[in-house]
């Protein structure tokens, strides 16, 4: 059974870092893309980076320059470090593996608050 563990969300002050972490354990393979999204109140879930099993990464305009996301194919494990946080990153982040089928994590809460 394949599992998606994120940890190292929290509340942080506006210009802030944090690391998100997402662990992936279980049978699966030939993982293609791995990435993070984001869903804030009331609003969709949307993509904020994306890794592909080649190392291209690819950004939503809002955190380009800010976040960066990387993948440890031994530890099968997705990051994605957060600085210079905004109030407006605020949301709870998933992240995702795309294999034969996706698989979604349980989501780690970011509050970007003074």
């Known amino acids: 059974q394949v599992q998606l563990v994120e940890s190292g969300g929290g509340l942080v002050q506006p210009g802030g870092s944090l690391r998100l972490s997402c662990a992936v354990s279980?049978?699966?393979?030939?993982?293609?893309?791995m990435a993070w999204y984001r869903q804030a109140p009331g609003k969709q879930r949307d993509l904020v980076a994306r890794i592909s099993a080649a190392g291209r990464t690819t950004y939503v305009d809002s955190v380009m320059g800010r976040f960066t996301i990387s993948r440890d194919n031994i530890k099968n494990t997705l990051y994605l470090q957060m600085n210079s946080l905004k109030p407006e990153d605020t949301a709870v982040y998933y992240c995702?593996?795309?294999?034969?089928?996706?698989?979604w994590g349980q989501g780690t809460q970011v509050t970007v608050s003074s």
């Open positions: 279980g049978s699966i393979s030939s993982i293609n893309f």
């Open positions: 995702k593996v795309t294999a034969r089928w996706d698989y």
